[in-house]
């Protein structure tokens, strides 16, 4: 028996909007937060331009879209995320992850500039009170926290220290690599750490390996969900591991199937993606939100207990990870 993520029927949720030129081309990627049992879905929306900023959608119960962005609530500012050489061609501000901490919600995304020929992890942060009121002038000033000259992408930041340190998981290829900081300003220091996740060759997570939302803290562990490209297929599909609490560098488990991958239209047109940013926990279930084929929004669940009873019965595949 395994366990597996069950679409929402009436996805996909979000899908590009002509009217919102912003938007026009996909909608896809999102994070998510749940604040005071609202869920807030920021997500990656794309121009025709292929121009990437961040726009918000609202969904009261988790699954319907109460709310889109009139427009984005963040956009490139920054040389080091903004098209320079001019022309067509992605940049801007990509698939983020959002964490709240001591007040504020942090987001760390992917930063594209055509003025280089590599991508940088960069972070932002807003006060939870600006945030609910909309006041997206609040964004701090973003700061790349990767090296210049290498592709490092993927970055999320646990939602509480651990051993007195802050942890920001990130992808320098094809591995997922743990740094501890002891803050969060990055001032003279750029993340790198270690590897600890690696691809595993000949699955279906063997030729890259990226996380998706930032952990869950659980009794059992840090609950990951993560995404997985194939070298067999090129699709990219969903799995999900447990982290020690202590030591998230240690993984107790790691399925050796994947719980999501690309089967419905919406996740296989042109390209065969799921990719997921976020998710959050509502009512014992955990809804897992995700850009399907890099064009459109859409979300599903799973229960948690299911999910982590079956991980830790297959903690046997540890060998593989």
Known sequence: MTVSLTRFRGNPILRPDPAKP???????NPAAVKLGGRVYVLFRAQAYDLTSTIALAELPDGFTVAYVSEEPIYR??????????????????????????DGRLYMLYT????????????????DLDS?????WDAWSTPKPISPPGVWDKNAALLPRRVQGRYVVLHRFF????????????????????????????????????????????????????????????????????????????TVISRLEYPILEPREWYETEGMRVVFSCGHVVLDGELLVY???????????????????????????WLDSS
């Open 290 to 316: 995700y850009g399907a084929s890099d064009k459109y929004l859409a979300v599903a669940y799973v229960d948690v207990d299911e999910l982590l009873g079956e991980l830790l019965r297959r903690s046997y």
């Open 22 to 28: 912003f938007m026009g081309f996909a909608a896809f």
């Open 131 to 135: 945030f609910l009121r909309r006041r």
């Open 174 to 249: 094809p591995n997922i690599w743990v740094d501890f900081v002891e803050d969060l300003n990055f001032e003279g220091y750029w993340i790198r750490g270690y590897e600890f996740f690696r691809v595993r060759p000949g699955m279906w997570d063997s030729d890259r390996v990226g996380v998706a939302g930032p952990p869950i803290e659980f009794n059992e562990g840090w609950l990951m969900i993560y995404h997985a490209r194939s070298l067999q297929d090129g699709a990219y599909r969903l799995g999900a591991a447990l982290l020690d609490r202590e030591d998230p560098t």
């Open 111 to 126: 930063a594209v500039s055509d003025a280089y020929d590599y991508v940088r992890v960069a972070v932002t942060s807003i």
């Open 76 to 101: 490139p500012r920054e040389l080091f995320e903004s098209r320079v050489v001019g022309g067509f061609g992605p940049v801007g501000c990509e698939d983020p992850r959002v964490t709240v901490l």
